[in-house]
């Protein structure tokens, strides 16, 4: 049975990365903060006690700032593969914590790779990277575009980046860097720009809220369904070398874009509830990223079935189901034609 720790498995990704490596037969492990509120909600439907026999996914409390406990857990876990998903991950956030944000997001990924090098876990390693370390660099961006990121974010991934390749290249350790662009789902985190959208929907459409307040309607973004990117992840770590993957759909749309789709699905105005708000503007911001994902679809045969309007409708129907209305009902049926298990978590 392969063996799999996963940073950040309570978020978007690593909840989705651990259902589909338990579909395969893995032993997940995922790394966890303590906090006196449960932070474990996206995890639930595919949790058992450890207690039972059956259980193949364990939980760990510990923490990116503790290097220590990391290479502690990394040698008694002794895992075949580590996905690196955990960091502080809002870039609008990482302005206002930005030394927080370098220790986490940044240095965060040193402790990690150390504690491999130094535990003797001959583990296959994947890097969290983002869009975001392309910042102002001209579209379509792929593996060979030179990196110009506009926030603590994503200055922070390109440190990132170059230690994981730097660990490859100094002590030859399977490390890959999957460059992942923007990709959402209905367990996408309430704060983010596209949650904020189909949650609002959801609440006007109950009647519980009016407006919706945003920033930047014309930034631009590509976004593709999260499941599929995790399986990107997996396909990455299968590859017969460590390397760097750019994933994304190779569409670009607008938050207004987003917006209007959302809004027009649910059978609502949105500039009867759209608002500007200049707080939610970035002090340097990124104006356009779409990939160019050829590399990854020609050596991981990796290509996305999930289209923006078919995102934007399995979210909206998501909120709008959590909110105890009736949904306009494509989402399921989407994800049911496309191949995609569904189930109650969306």
């Given amino acids: 049975m392969p063996k799999a720790l996963i940073t950040g498995i ?43 026999p059956d259980a193949r996914m364990f939980l760990h409390y510990g923490d990116l700032s503790d290097s220590g406990q990391l290479t502690n ?59 975001e370390m392309f910042g102002a660099s001209p579209p379509p961006q792929n593996e060979k575009t030179p990196f110009h990121p506009r926030s603590p974010y994503g200055a922070a991934k390109v440190y990132s980046y170059w230690m994981a390749v730097n660990y490859r290249e100094g002590y030859g350790m399977f490390a890959s860097n999957g460059i992942l662009f923007n990709h959402e789902s209905p367990r996408r985190g ?48 299968q590859h017969e070398r460590g ?21 027009s699905y649910a059978g609502l105005d949105w500039k009867e509830h759209v608002k500007i708000d200049p707080k939610y503007f970035r002090p340097t911001e ?18 996305p079935k999930i289209a923006f309007k078919e995102l934007v409708r399995i979210m909206v129907d998501a909120d709008m189901e959590e909110a105890g209305l009736p949904p306009p009902g494509d989402g399921r049926r989407i994800l049911a034609a496309k191949g995609f298990p569904i189930g109650s978590k969306l």
């Fill in 286 to 303: 990124v104006e356009n990223l779409f990939a160019d994902a050829s590399r990854a679809k020609k050596l991981l045969g990796w290509e």
């Fill in 190 to 237: 309430e704060t983010f720009v596209t949650r904020k959208i189909t949650r609002a929907v959801a609440a006007i459409k109950g009647g519980k809220q009016k407006d919706l307040f945003l920033g930047n309607l014309d930034a631009r973004r590509d976004w593709g369904f999260a499941y599929e990117y995790v399986e990107a992840m997996w396909r990455i770590l």
């Fill in 73 to 131: 857990l990394i040698y008694n876990v002794h895992p075949d593969e580590i996905y690196h998903l955990g960091a502080q991950s809002h870039v609008r956030v990482s302005f206002d914590i930005p030394e927080y944000t370098g220790d986490i997001t940044g240095i965060g990924t040193t402790r990690i790779l150390d504690a491999v090098r130094r535990s003797g876990v001959k583990a296959r390693y994947y890097q969290a990277s983002s869009s």
């Fill in 10 to 52: 309570t978020g978007q990704d690593g909840s989705y990365l651990a259902e589909f490596l338990l579909s395969k037969g893995y032993e997940v492990h995922g790394l966890i903060r303590r906090a006196s509120t449960f932070n474990t909600g996206r995890l639930g439907h595919i949790y058992l006690d450890p207690h039972i």
């Fill in 243 to 263: 390397d760097d993957f750019v994933v994304g759909t190779g569409q670009s749309n607008s938050v207004r874009d987003f917006v209007e789709e959302a809004f």
